[in-house]
């Protein structure tokens, strides 16, 4: 099973995006999405970034994947 987990962008190098997932910091591509800056949340699936969500969205996430772990 594949699935994207919601991440908060810190820092954008180019293409690359340095992104916080519930604490850990990860380097991604974010050469798949347009028009994200630092402060977006983003959906990343096997190093890059696939889709721009909300922050509402990624919140809610974040909380499933809480339950469930």
């Known amino acids: 099973m594949c699935l994207a987990i919601p ?18 910091i ?4 974010i050469a ?10 983003v959906l990343i699936h096997t190093g890059y970034a696939i ?3 909300s922050k509402e969205e ?3 996430l974040l909380n499933i994947w809480k339950e469930i772990s």
């Open 7 to 24: 991440a908060k962008i810190i820092k954008i190098i180019g293409e690359k995006a340095e992104v916080d997932i519930g604490g850990v």
């Open 26 to 29: 990860r380097e991604t591509s």
């Open 32 to 41: 798949l999405v347009k028009n994200v800056k630092e402060g977006d949340y």
């Open 51 to 53: 889709a721009k969500i």
């Open 58 to 60: 990624a919140e809610e």
